[in-house]
């Protein structure tokens, strides 16, 4: 064994240096100059920046309209500025409710009140702020003042629906009680409006969020009894952003819709608990024990009802405009001015915000420090590099969705992709985006080291991701939606990526008072190892997308992803049917009906109707046409192309994504515009692929999935032609 050491040695290195000597999309001779540029970045990272400047922007609460948080966009303004930044401010006013009355009571058969109060910890200096301190909501929720009785309905889901009518429980009229996760939050006030139920609270379970996780807040990094997770509500799955401006920029005189007409508002009450809170509610109810899969972690047995439990909820909110500050800052390229790389980060959090999202953004902002210094020093980047530092991110991605919406026409002309962080732990990197952009990011993974493991970031995640049963690939995810990429990819058709680490900095803290500097220098990156990686990880995809020749854009990996999803859709159908026909059988075999205990409620499940053969011919068609126009492109060697046709093939490639949007948008939410992602209608973040086509099949809409599929190969045609632009170039 010993004797082999050298050999592997000798082949690792071999190979390492190998793979640097080309870069996708550098032409060969100006790869060394690259990768020197590259080292001298990432030489001059600092980690002390990252935590001064962590400890000074989430010094006190900063969400959106706050003076601290003005603070904070003028400050950072000035630090682009003094980096060698063109850097200002652009200001849009949004709507952002705060809340006046919350109040929650249990009225019988015993009574509660719900405390609903930010308790300071000792040894954390930062949730001792008082009154400073964000009031527990969720953004907006409507008004309302209701009493009813309550039913658990587990995370709100539509499965859990289900599984309520079969066992005979209707949430019409009540109000329902949701743990948190299972979907993004503002799935369950939504669904269970659809359903009848007049209020919704969610609270913090502590089997997914609290002392079964582990040691609890300041003893642990995990949620306490009195921790309570903020959030917005505002029904994003529909459009994000201004809920009074859809669709283009919130500026001063914009034309508003009148609040009882934005529909993106929740249709009944929804307020946010702790456990502490939640556990008073759920011990008074009776009916149905809950199914194991739907019981927490507190000392209950817990029941669904309906009732007797019965709660009051009121809340009211103050919806004032506020000023939302967007900090944008420019470094114009050196060769290609109009063509636009953008990083962007949001600035504001619901409370401290250490860890969400400061930490990503420190981690950008020495990544802009170094960029600039670097410029200083003559290694100007070619093209246009771009910082935004986002405010009203927490309430509905409002900043960037607005500033997107306001410079829509000229981002479409400019921009090549934008790179999104958000908060950072440590541990593995996780990448999502448009899969044109997957092999370069790949290739940067493959060169950015893991600073605990000392092997390249690709590396390690590929080991993780065996040891999960995976196959060790890069693969980037596909973008639903939670962060501010959503407006530039799914909206205007802007490549665009998210990225960060994460796996080994659990915590409780997300969205309440105890995400602090010092829970965040506690319990996540405490040295800033991880900050300094993602500068590194992200300066580079930055770097190499500003300098290269050709755009690194490469279309084989999408095609096989895409192929991939068209699978996926086609097996649902074939799942559901079989699925359907099953059930018909027990149904007409009386199978339930005889299998179940009758002392348990029962309702006899009805026969459901045939899943119909769907005809997907259209886009497998329109699918193998693309993948010959793509296998083409794929054989060409674009560095030998002359500079003119360079030229012009970037002009293509940069509007490449764009062939994959359809300016009528999805069905009914036509806001949304590209046709491969989408965040879930029922899932909120989650995202839907192929969305139009595949939830017209999971809603049963074979009619308009029919449509659909034959919109969607249109979509791929419309790509298919662009793509034969650029094959023409290269002959
Ligand atoms: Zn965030």
């Known amino acids: 064994m010993k004797k082999l050491l050298p050999l592997f040695l000798c082949i690792g290195l071999f190979y390492h240096a190998d793979a640097q000597e080309s870069i996708i999309g550098f032409k060969p001779a100006n790869v060394s100059k690259e990768l020197s540029t590259e080292a001298a970045f990432d030489a001059q990272l600092k980690a002390q920046n990252l935590d001064d400047w962590m400890k000074k922007l989430a010094a006190e609460p900063h969400y959106v309209g706050t003076e601290y948080g003005r603070k904070n966009a003028e400050w950072m303004m000035k630090q682009f500025k003094s ?21 929650l009571e249990l009225t019988g058969p015993t009574t509660y009140k719900a405390k609903l109060e930010n308790v300071a910890v000792e040894g954390d200096e930062y949730t001792k702020q008082g009154e400073a301190l964000l009031p527990s909501y969720n953004a907006f929720s409507t008004d309302g003042d209701v009493e009813a009785e309550l039913v658990f309905v587990n995370y709100g889901v539509p499965a859990d629906y289900e599984e309520l009518e079969k066992l005979g429980i209707d949430v019409k009229g009540k109000i329902v009680i949701a743990k948190y996760y299972g979907s ?3 799935i369950k006030p939504k669904l269970a409006a659809e359903k009848g139920a007049i209020g919704c ?25 009195t921790g309570v997770q903020r959030g917005s509500v505002m029904d994003m799955p529909l459009y994000p952003g201004d809920v009074l401006t859809p669709g283009y920029g919130a500026t001063k005189d914009a034309k508003r819709l009148d609040r009882k007409d934005a529909p993106t508002i929740t249709k009944i009450p929804v307020l946010p ?23 927490g972690a507190l000392p209950i047995t817990y029941h669904i009802g309906p009732g007797p439990a019965k709660v009051h909820l009121k809340l009211e909110f103050d919806w004032q405009l506020k000023p939302a500050h967007n900090v944008i800052a420019t470094m114009k390229g050196s060769e290609f001015p109009d063509q636009w790389i953008m990083r962007g980060n949001h600035h504001d959090a619901w409370v401290h915000g250490a860890s969400d999202p400061i930490s990503g953004m420190v981690a950008l902002m020495e990544e802009a420090r170094v960029i600039g210094a670097l410029a200083k020093k003559g290694q100007k980047p070619k093209r246009t590099i771009v910082y935004g530092a986002w405010d009203a991110e927490e309430p509905g991605l409002i900043g960037s969705t607005e500033w997107v919406e306001d410079h829509e026409k000229e981002l479409q002309q400019k921009m090549v992709a934008y790179i999104n962080t958000d908060g950072n732990g440590r541990g593995f990197l996780g990448a999502g985006g448009s899969h044109t952009l997957q092999a370069m990011v790949r290739e940067v993974a493959q060169t950015v080291k893991d ?63 105890y995400d602090t500097y010092d829970h965040y220098k506690r319990f996540k990156d405490f040295d800033f190892a991880y900050g300094i990686t993602l500068a590194k990880t992200a300066g580079r995809i930055v770097l190499r997308l500003a300098n290269a020749d050709v755009l690194p854009f490469e279309l084989k990996q999408w095609e096989t992803t895409v192929s991939g999803y068209l699978d996926e859709v086609m097996k649902t159908a074939d799942d559901m049917r079989t699925a359907v026909e099953k059930h018909n059988m027990l149904v007409d075999k009386n199978a339930f009906e005889l299998a179940a205990n009758p002392k348990e409620p029962f309702v006899k499940p009805k026969k459901k109707e045939l899943v119909p053969y769907l005809d997907f011919s259209p886009m497998q068609n329109e699918l193998a046409a693309l993948k010959g126009a793509i296998n083409t492109y794929a054989s060409f060697d674009y560095t030998k192309l002359d500079d003119a046709k360079i030229k012009a093939l970037n002009e293509l490639l940069m509007k490449s994504e764009s062939q994959l949007m359809s300016t009528s948008g999805l069905p009914r ?39 659909e599929i034959v919109k969607l190969a249109e979509t791929f045609k419309q790509f298919r032609a662009h793509i034969e632009k650029m094959n023409a170039l290269m002959k």
């Open 273 to 295: 608990i702790s456990y502490q809170d939640a556990k008073p509610l759920l011990a008074a109810l009776k009916g149905a024990v809950a199914p194991p899969s739907w019981r």
């Open 201 to 225: 609270i969610i609270y913090s379970d502590p089997e997914d969020d609290g002392y079964y996780q582990g040691d609890v807040y300041p003893e642990g990094a995990f949620k306490n009894e």
């Open 669 to 707: 939410r036509g806001w949304y515009k590209h046709q491969i992602y989408a965040p879930g209608f029922y899932t909120g973040y989650g995202v839907k692929t192929l969305p139009a086509v595949r939830e017209a099949i999971e809603q049963e809409d074979w009619k308009e999935a029919q449509s």
């Open 184 to 186: 993004w939050r503002g």
């Open 83 to 103: 980096w060698g930044y063109d850097a200002k401010i652009e200001t849009y006013q949004v709507l952002f409710p705060y809340p006046k009355v919350r109040l």
């Open 451 to 513: 600073p605990q493991k000392g092997v390249s970031l690709a590396e390690r995640r590929a080991a993780a991701n065996m040891l999960n049963g995976g196959d060790g690939e890069f693969k980037l995810y596909a973008l639903g939606s939670g962060s501010d990429y959503t407006p530039f990819i799914q909206h205007s058709g802007i490549p665009a990526l998210n990225i960060g680490f994460g796996g080994e900095s659990s915590g409780g803290e997300y969205h309440t008072i």
